[in-house]
């Protein structure tokens, strides 16, 4: 017995919301007490009204020629609704006790519609706008309590059944399935009940749809911050991106640029040939590291002007199309045109794999063997060294679908005075994060220095 009522408790706080912390209050407070305000002078002029209907018909019975007190409990009763909502459990508490006490010295007039209608907007709000349910719970029983209690002490006192139901002092006969007296205390309970249980259950409905409505709202709100937060992360992720970009654009370019002027600096007297060779070869690194640089930013520029015409986005009008993994062997020739061995090697299964990589993949590996070459010219002692490009769409090594990689080796030492700031190590281990790739960075237990960087090849790259 004690579980049921228990799992009883349980789910009447639960319907009421006892556990929610969530407190309605009105979105504008000004406007709902400028509405209260309205609606309480509507009640009372209607409740006004009413008492000289009932005034008009012979039924205030002792107050029949008072003009005073009738209004005075209208007053009293309505102007209590401006206030509705600010306190919502006080006003309903109040307002059945003004139901209750009116209901024994007036009956006429709290059984009047606009009354019974003050009693009503009183219940139903208080249920509707209560911020302390727990409390309104006790506020909602002793208020059913109270008037049901009413209800038994009408019937109980006196001859008040055989009252209502009699007839110039006779009481009327059994004619339908039920006797007078109990048809007229059932229908009482029944109408009584109906009052009150609309009231809670429409208040109760009103408070969950206002729960609702803002859960709704908040949800929006979220889901507006977590697109504005995306938003963000996308700029600063593209930022990155073409940081990267430029580090490697740069660095390579110019490496490829002092290598050339200094071997320019050392012929220039003896061999102008070879002099004029290395210049033309720094004109061409410069002219190709503005271009890229050029095209990068106007990717920016492109993207962020607002009012930018349809010529100004069009792809000739902001940068050539990105490298992919199929121009690493460009890259090993122009490395090689710049006075440094390079060795490439490619190997696909199946024959013309690299071709089917995808674009952002294959601008990572190229990226990636870019500043492996850079480094090698900058930092090492190395006069030469080898790039493998390799791509196996064969299901291997953890990867589902396969894997792209580069590959660069030297044979050389560290040149001492030539640490680098470790920006293009970093970018290739975020490509590597992106992607979700594995490398090997590092020293070679033979001598030299390995840039292993392997990505897996989506399910649609086949």
Known sequence: MDGRWTALVARVQAY??????????????????????????????????????????????????????????VVSGTVPLVWRRRWPLVVAAGLSVHFFAVGIVMPGVAASVPMQAVYFVAIFTGVAW??????????????????????????????????????????????????????????????????????????????????????????????????????????VEERLRIARELHDVVAHHISVIGIQAAAARRVLRRDADAAEGALRSVETSSRDAVAQMRGL????????????????????HTRAPEPLLTDVPDLAREAASHGLEVDCHVVEDPPGAIASVPAPVGLSLYRTAQEALANVRRHSTASSATVFVRVDQRPEHGFAHGYAEVEVLDS???????????LGLLGVRERLSTHGGVSEIGPRVTGGYRVRVRMPLPEDAS
Not at 41 to 68: K, N
């Open 16 to 73: 009421f919301g006892v556990d929610t912390e969530w407190e309605r209050v009105p979105p504008d407070p000004a406007r709902a007490r400028r509405v209260d305000t309205w609606l309480a002078l509507a009640f009372l002029v209607t409740g006004a009204l009413g008492v000289e209907l009932l005034r008009s018909v012979d039924a205030l019975g002792s107050f029949q020629h008072s003009w005073v007190w009738p209004h005075l409990v």
């Open 297 to 316: 930013l106007g990717t920016l520029r492109a993207d962020d002007a607002d009012g930018a015409s349809d010529d100004a986005r069009s792809p000739e």
């Open 412 to 422: 050389g030492r560290p040149r001492s005075g030539t640490s680098g700031t470790g």
């Open 130 to 235: 209560a911020r302390d349910r727990r409390l309104m719970i006790g506020v909602v029983v002793g208020i059913v309590l109270l008037m049901f209690g009413w209800l038994t002490w009408q019937f109980a006192v006196g001859s008040g059944i055989e009252q209502a139901l009699s007839h110039n002092g006779r009481m009327p006969e059994r004619q339908g399935l039920f006797g007078p007296a109990t048809a007229y205390v059932v229908y009482s309970l029944l109408i009584n009940a109906f009052y009150f249980g609309g009231a809670i259950v429409g208040g109760q409905a009103a408070w969950r749809s206002a729960l609702r409505r803002e859960r709704v709202v908040d949800q929006a709100r979220t889901i507006e911050s977590q697109a504005a937060g995306l938003r963000r992360q996308a700029v």
